[in-house]
């Protein structure tokens, strides 16, 4: 009876977390979009010389923003606490902690700012934007604390309105500006605005759900301190390789190389995206797992369904944007940035790679073990600096893509998985993902061919997006990649949301090849 029960609780644990990760993941691939047709329209509205300006600019800003990490905190701890005042000081430390460190780190920047302009990259009109960059970082930490603390307390719809607030805001504003002469600064102009908005509205949801304001406490704020210190350190590094790759290339590029880059960079981090959409809702779902008797020996198996699930949905988008890489670009971003569909193409491939550090991490975190994390982090980014100083001023973005998304991340995938199985002894489950990598690469390769042979882009885009959802389920299936049991909790997580009936019908599609 107690297995039973055992399996059961686990069971409706993975539904509950399913379907609130497909709510913000698709929410997040909504705003996502709508971030993506900003991405176009400067590249379009701006010239490859000012898009690589304004590249820079945001690099210096995502580089900036790493004090967001403090959210974790509350993530983790605000499942677990008792009562509305430990929620209250856990929610008001946390804002004040961040903040401080925010205006810090906000004010040295500003005060650099114009040294950076003029000795680093030679280019005085610089200035003003990364003076922008630098003023937006303690906007960027209320929002994304809002964010953390809604998750905290399970409102996955209200975080993934916040978000879809923010992408389309920053649509509109920035568009708007552009188009009204502003140039970059505008861009910049437009970002604020979509920061500050959601962030005034979270605060209000946040104290609404933690019962009103409190006073924060020193007794918490040492706590939160002494659990993110480790975080902080590691999020600025997590954040500096990618965005510094873009600074180092406006040392060593031309600023349309770096716009070609930018353009492929953001795209492609689409996928990025997904996975930290998925990870975002599943941290809560860890810490519980790991805090609770009952369930704490099913941490493993969670975490194998989490990188399988999110495999069998992420698959087919790898493989049918992959193979028109160059149709795409050039439609969307036009063919001025000649370089982006290479970039693109190896972005999205390693990027997916990369999807079990993305889940490890979070699985380590859910343990409470954030100096451990830190470490692993930490030498996964000085491997990843290493290879950017290396490579980046021989081969220039070539170089970089290699040196991020994929050398890097096939040692960071071996440093986690020998992490997890020999200090958490949590084995991982490569059959299915093996298998479901082998369908993905053979109907690649066909795509591929398919999109080659069409000469029109818009041709190749609809018959490889027939033959991807026509081909991939039953392949999968052939290959031992799916199973009934897998459909089963698909079907049932289906059940409960609103776009249930197309995943249903795929579902009983792919049941028609299953064979066990």
Do not use: C
Not at 74 to 95: F, G
Not at 278 to 306: F, Q
Not at 337 to 347: C, K
């Amino acid at each position: 009876m107690e297995g039973r029960g055992h399996r059961k609780g686990v069971r409706e644990l993975g539904i509950k977390a399913a379907r609130g990760a497909a709510m913000y993941v698709g929410g997040n691939i909504t705003g996502s979009l709508a971030v993506l047709a900003l991405l176009i329209l400067l590249a379009r509205l701006l010239s490859p010389s000012d898009f690589g300006v304004y590249s820079i600019a945001l690099a210096f800003y995502t580089l900036l923003s790493g004090t967001y990490i403090f959210g974790v905190a509350l993530r983790k701890e605000l499942p677990n606490v008792r009562s509305r005042q430990m929620a209250r000081d856990l929610v008001a430390s946390t804002y004040a902690v961040a903040l401080l460190v925010a205006l810090i780190v906000s004010a040295a920047a500003m005060l650099s700012g114009g040294a950076i302009a003029v000795y680093v990259y030679r280019m005085q009109g610089l200035y003003l934007p990364l003076l922008e960059a630098a003023a937006l970082v303690p906007l960027y930490a209320l929002f994304n604390l809002a964010l953390a603390a809604l998750a905290g307390f399970g409102k996955t719809k209200a975080l993934t309105v916040l978000y879809l607030i923010y992408a389309f805001a920053q649509l509109s504003a920035s568009t708007a500006f552009v188009v009204m002469g502003y140039g970059v600064v505008g861009a910049l102009a437009g970002l604020a605005i979509s920061l500050a908005v959601p962030a005034l509205l979270g605060l209000y949801l946040v104290a609404r759900e933690a019962g009103g304001f409190a006073r924060p406490t020193k007794k918490t704020m040492r706590y939160v301190a002494r659990f993110s210190s480790p975080l902080l350190v590691t999020s600025m590094a997590n954040q500096g390789p990618p965005n510094f790759a873009i600074l180092l290339l406006g040392v060593f590029a031309t600023t349309a190389v770096v716009g070609s880059y930018n353009a492929a960079f953001r795209f492609g981090n689409s996928i990025n995206v997904i996975l930290l959409s998925a990870s975002y809702v599943l941290l809560p779902l860890y810490s519980r797992t790991v805090s609770e008797k009952r369930l704490s020996g099913a941490a493993g198996k969670i975490y194998n369904d989490s990188i399988y699930y999110t495999l069998l949905f992420l698959l087919p988008l790898v493989v049918y944007v992959t193979p028109l890489s160059q149709p795409l670009m050039s439609l969307l971003f036009s063919s001025k940035y000649a370089l982006a569909p290479l970039y693109f193409a190896l972005i999205v491939i390693g990027s997916t790679a990369g999807m079990f550090n993305t889940y490890a991490s979070n699985l380590v975190l859910g343990y409470g073990d954030t100096r451990r994390f830190m470490w692993y982090q930490l030498t996964a980014i000085l491997a990843q600096l290493a290879l950017l100083f290396a490579l980046v001023p021989s081969f220039s973005a070539i170089g970089a893509i290699f040196a991020l998304f994929i050398i890097s991340q096939v040692l960071i995938n071996l440093l986690y998985i020998y992490a997890l199985d020999s200090q958490f002894k949590v084995k991982h489950r490569f059959n299915e993902v093996i298998r479901l990598t082998l369908v993905s690469a053979l109907l690649m390769a066909l795509l591929y061919g398919v999109a080659t042979l069409l000469s029109s882009g818009y041709l190749a885009l609809l018959v490889n997006l027939l033959l991807t959802v026509v081909l991939f389920p039953p392949l999968a299936a052939l290959f031992g990649g799916i199973r009934k049991r897998n459909l089963a909790f698909i079907e049932d997580v289906a059940a409960s949301l609103k776009i249930g009936k197309v995943v249903g019908y795929m579902a009983r599609y792919t049941s028609l090849f299953v064979r066990d």
